[in-house]
C-alpha cells in the first residue's frame, strides 16, 4: 500500500451517467488531512464528482487515484467513507441509532460472522464522536433531523474510513445542530481525516475547510483557498457587473 499517495488524484476525468457526462476535465488532487468543500450552483455535478469518487457515477474518462490505487482496484471500499445527501433518516426506518451506526461496518466482516465486542464498540465511538452516545438505543425517527445527520456521520465513520466524503452535511438542519456539525467536522479535520464536504453553507464551515473547489456547469471553475476563493467572488460579481469597483 502507497501510504504517501495522495488521498484522491483525479486527472482529466469525466463522470456521469449512462454513457453522458456531466462532470469533465477534471483535475485535481488532494493530499491527506486536507478539508475541501466543493460549491457550486444547484445542478452543475457536484453530487456526480463525490459519486463518480465512491463508484456511484460512471466513470468515462481519465485517470482516479484513490488513496493511491485506481478507483477500479480499490478492493477496501471501507476506506473511504460517504455521508449521502438526505434530509433525514424519516420515511418509515425503524431501527436504533446504534443499529443504523453498525450497518456501516457490514461490509468489513463476512455477513455469516457475528458482530464482535469490537465492532460494538466502535459503534459506540463511533457515537461518541458525533455526541450521541445517550441516544445509542433511541429509534432514530424519535431523533431530531441535526440528530439524524450525525447518526449519518456516525455510520460513515465507523470503519475508521481514510477519505470521508459528505453530501450536504448541514443542510435543512436548525442552526443549533448546525454548530454542533461543523464541531464533529472540526475535530475529524483536526484528526487528520481527509474531509470532501459539498455544502451551500461555507459560513457553518468557516475555519474547518482549508480548500475550496467551485463547480460550475460540469467543470472546476476555481480550486484555491477559502481567502482566494472570495477574491474570485469578487471578481465573477465585477465582471457580472453587479458591483461598482
Ligand atoms: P449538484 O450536486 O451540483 O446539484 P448533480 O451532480 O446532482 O448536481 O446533477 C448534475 C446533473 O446531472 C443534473 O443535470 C442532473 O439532472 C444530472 N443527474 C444527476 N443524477 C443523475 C442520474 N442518476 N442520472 C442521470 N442524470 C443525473
Do not use: C
Not at 102 to 108: I, K, P, Q, S
Not at 153 to 172: F, K, Q, S, W
Not at 227 to 233: F, I, L, S, T
Request: aromatic share 4%.
Amino acid at each position: 500500500m502507497n501510504t504517501s499517495a495522495p488521498a484522491l488524484n483525479l486527472h482529466q476525468v469525466a463522470f456521469g451517467y449512462r454513457g453522458q457526462a456531466v462532470v469533465t476535465d477534471v483535475d485535481l488532487v488532494v493530499t491527506r488531512g486536507q478539508v475541501i468543500a466543493v460549491l457550486g450552483p444547484n445542478g452543475s455535478g457536484k453530487t456526480t464528482l463525490v459519486k463518480g469518487l465512491l463508484g456511484l457515477a460512471e466513470h468515462l474518462s481519465g485517470e482516479v487515484e484513490v488513496l493511491g490505487a485506481p478507483l477500479a482496484r480499490l478492493r477496501d471500499r471501507t476506506r473511504l467513507g460517504y455521508v449521502p445527501q438526505r434530509h433525514t433518516l424519516n420515511g418509515g426506518v425503524r431501527a436504533t441509532a446504534s443499529e443504523i451506526v453498525a450497518t456501516g461496518l457490514l461490509a468489513t466482516r463476512p455477513w455469516w460472522r457475528p458482530a464482535r465486542a469490537a465492532d460494538h464498540q466502535a459503534v459506540h465511538r463511533a457515537l461518541e464522536i458525533v455526541g450521541l452516545a445517550d441516544r445509542a438505543r433511541f429509534d432514530v425517527d424519535t431523533l431530531s433531523g441535526g440528530q439524524q445527520r450525525r447518526v449519518l456521520i456516525a455510520r460513515a465513520l465507523v470503519a475508521n474510513p481514510e477519505v470521508l466524503v459528505m453530501d450536504e452535511p448541514t443542510a435543512g438542519v436548525d442552526s443549533a445542530s448546525q454548530v454542533i456539525l461543523a464541531g464533529v467536522l472540526q475535530q475529524l479535520g483536526a484528526a487528520g481525516t481527509t474531509m470532501l464536504i459539498v455544502t451551500h453553507e461555507l459560513t457553518a464551515l468557516r475555519g474547518i475547510v482549508d480548500r475550496i473547489v467551485e463547480v460550475d456547469s460540469g467543470h472546476l471553475t476555481f480550486d484555491g483557498s477559502p481567502q482566494g476563493y472570495a477574491e474570485h467572488q469578487r471578481r465573477q460579481a465585477l465582471l457580472a457587473g453587479r458591483v461598482q469597483s
